[in-house]
C-alpha cells in the first residue's frame, strides 16, 4: 500500500500547505471536517515559510553576485602585496635594506619566499603586516619602496578589505534567516501531521482508491512502495 511522509524540502511543505488551503472544500460548512485552531495556523505557517524562503534565496543570490565583484579586488590586492614584497626582497639582496628589517614585516630575517596569499583569510593578515611594517621602517628613517608604492598597496588592500567585509556581512545574514528556516520548519511539519490525520480520519472508510485519490486533493503526500503499482 502506498505510504504518506512528511516533506523533506521547503517546496515540498508549501506545495503541501498551499494545495490544502487552496481547496475550497474545506472551508464549506458541509465539508469541515478539519479542526478550524489547525487550520487557523496553516495559513500563518505558509506566510512564514514562504517569507523565509524567500528571503533565503535572496539572500544566496546577492551573495553570489558579490562573491564574483570580490575576485578581482582580492586578484588586484595579492598581486600588488606579493609583488611589494618580492621587492622587499631584492632590496634586502642587494643590501640596499638589512635583513633584520623584515622583522618589522612579521617576516623572518632568513625569509626568501612568499607567504601564501591565495586565501582571502592570509591575504588579510599579510596585507595589513606588510602594510605596518612598510610605515615602521619609513617611521626609522628608510627609505620608502617604490613601484609600487606602499601607497598603492594600501589602497588595493583597503578596496579588498571592503569587498570581504561586506561578503562577510551578506554571509552572516544569509546563515540568520537559514537559522530561522530551522526553527520554522518543526512548527510547519507538526501542523502538517495534524492536518494530515485528520484529513486521513475524515476518509478513513472510503475503498483505497478513493481514499488516496481524496486525501491527495488535500494536499496528503503517497510514495509508492517499489514494485506496487500506484493507487489514484
Same mark, same amino acid.
Given at each position: 500500500?502506498p505510504?504518506?511522509?512528511?516533506?523533506?524540502?521547503?517546496?515540498?511543505?508549501?506545495?503541501?500547505?498551499?494545495?490544502?488551503?487552496?481547496?475550497?472544500?474545506?472551508?464549506?460548512?458541509?465539508? #469541515?471536517? *478539519?479542526?478550524?485552531? &489547525?487550520?487557523?495556523?496553516a495559513?500563518?505557517? @505558509? !506566510?512564514?515559510?514562504?517569507? %523565509?524562503t524567500? /528571503?533565503?534565496?535572496?539572500?544566496?543570490?546577492?551573495?553570489?553576485?558579490?562573491?564574483?565583484?570580490?575576485?578581482?579586488?582580492?586578484?588586484?590586492?595579492?598581486?600588488?602585496?606579493?609583488?611589494?614584497?618580492?621587492?622587499?626582497?631584492?632590496?634586502?639582496?642587494?643590501?640596499?635594506?638589512?635583513?633584520?628589517?623584515l622583522?618589522?614585516?612579521?617576516?623572518?630575517?632568513?625569509?626568501?619566499?612568499?607567504?601564501?596569499?591565495?586565501?582571502?583569510?592570509?591575504?588579510?593578515?599579510?596585507?595589513?603586516?606588510?602594510?605596518?611594517?612598510?610605515?615602521?621602517?619609513?617611521?626609522?628613517?628608510? #627609505?620608502? *619602496?617604490?613601484?609600487? &608604492?606602499?601607497?598603492?598597496?594600501?589602497?588595493? @588592500? !583597503?578596496?579588498?578589505?571592503? %569587498?570581504?567585509? /561586506?561578503?562577510?556581512?551578506?554571509?552572516?545574514?544569509?546563515?540568520?534567516?537559514?537559522?530561522?528556516?530551522?526553527?520554522?520548519?518543526p512548527?510547519?511539519?507538526?501542523?502538517?501531521?495534524?492536518?494530515?490525520?485528520?484529513?486521513?480520519?475524515?476518509?478513513?472508510?472510503?475503498?483505497?482508491?478513493?481514499?488516496?485519490?481524496?486525501?491527495?486533493?488535500?494536499?496528503?503526500?503517497?510514495?509508492?512502495?517499489?514494485?506496487?503499482?500506484?493507487?489514484?
Amino acid at each position: 500500500m502506498p505510504y504518506r511522509r512528511l516533506p523533506k524540502s521547503d517546496a515540498a511543505r508549501l506545495k503541501a500547505l498551499k494545495t490544502l488551503l487552496n481547496n475550497n472544500d474545506i472551508y464549506t460548512v458541509r465539508n #469541515r471536517f *478539519i479542526d478550524w485552531k &489547525t487550520l487557523n495556523r496553516a495559513q500563518p505557517a @505558509y !506566510d512564514k515559510l514562504f517569507t %523565509a524562503t524567500e /528571503q533565503y534565496r535572496m539572500d544566496l543570490r546577492t551573495q553570489s553576485r558579490n562573491s564574483e565583484k570580490l575576485e578581482r579586488p582580492q586578484h588586484n590586492a595579492m598581486m600588488y602585496v606579493s609583488h611589494f614584497l618580492q621587492v622587499l626582497f631584492l632590496c634586502c639582496e642587494r643590501g640596499e635594506i638589512k635583513k633584520s628589517q623584515l622583522s618589522l614585516y612579521g617576516l623572518s630575517v632568513n625569509a626568501t619566499s612568499l607567504p601564501y596569499l591565495k586565501n582571502a583569510e592570509r591575504l588579510i593578515e599579510w596585507g595589513q603586516k606588510v602594510i605596518d611594517g612598510e610605515k615602521a621602517r619609513i617611521k626609522k628613517g628608510g #627609505r620608502p *619602496i617604490y613601484n609600487p &608604492t606602499i601607497g598603492m598597496v594600501s589602497t588595493h @588592500y !583597503d578596496i579588498f578589505l571592503e %569587498a570581504y567585509r /561586506q561578503q562577510q556581512t551578506l554571509q552572516e545574514h544569509a546563515q540568520q534567516t537559514a537559522t530561522e528556516l530551522q526553527k520554522i520548519r518543526p512548527e510547519v511539519d507538526e501542523i502538517l501531521l495534524e492536518l494530515w490525520n485528520q484529513i486521513e480520519k475524515h476518509f478513513e472508510n472510503e475503498p483505497p482508491e478513493v481514499r488516496y485519490a481524496e486525501c491527495r486533493k488535500f494536499g496528503i503526500i503517497y510514495y509508492n512502495r517499489r514494485n506496487e503499482a500506484s493507487l489514484h
